[in-house]
């Protein structure tokens, strides 16, 4: 198992995981998982990291059929800027692969945001730790589970 699947048992979260045949040369991950596991894309949520003007790693959960609004993130974050993160330093912080980062288990606690429209579903989908996995669990047990905030941070 993942990292992300032996916190959610050793918590006792309930939740639930899907597994789908991944596709390398898909050009969306997210929009994959989606697809093969017949879900409303937003629903199904990708991990992004970006990094404050001081260096600084942060987590935005966003919709896969979206982007991630940078301005939004750093307001939220009460930094000045963020931009996108070097994705070695997101699969060191994380000790995930890019494509399979999980907001959940990472190896360092690092400050996360999940975009609010998460709160309008029952359950939503992220990724479980590795491509072709996808955990699926209340948006109130994802972000207790990885101290995040909720803040309207992804764009259409």
Excluded: N, W
Excluded at 64 to 89: F, S
Excluded at 104 to 129: C, H, M, N, W, Y
Aim: proline share 5%.
């Amino acid at each position: 198992m993942t990292p992300a699947i032996d916190l959610l048992k050793k918590v006792r979260a309930v939740h639930t995981v899907h597994s789908y045949s991944h596709d390398p040369k898909a050009p969306s991950y997210g929009l994959e998982a989606a697809e093969k596991l017949g879900l409303e894309p937003a629903r199904v949520f990708k991990t992004l990291l970006a990094a404050s003007e001081k260096g600084e790693l942060l987590v935005a959960v966003v919709p896969v059929a979206g982007t991630l609004d940078l301005k939004a993130l750093a307001q939220a974050a009460g930094v000045k800027k963020a931009d996108m993160a070097d994705p070695a330093a997101a699969q060191r912080a994380t000790g995930y692969l890019l494509g399979g980062i999980s907001p959940l288990g990472q190896k360092k606690r690092l400050r996360t945001f999940i975009d609010a429209s998460a709160q309008a579903f029952p359950t939503v989908f992220v990724s479980a730790g590795r491509r072709g996995l996808e955990v699926e669990l209340a948006a109130d047990v994802l972000a207790q589970h990885c101290q995040a905030s909720f803040a309207a941070i992804g764009r259409e």
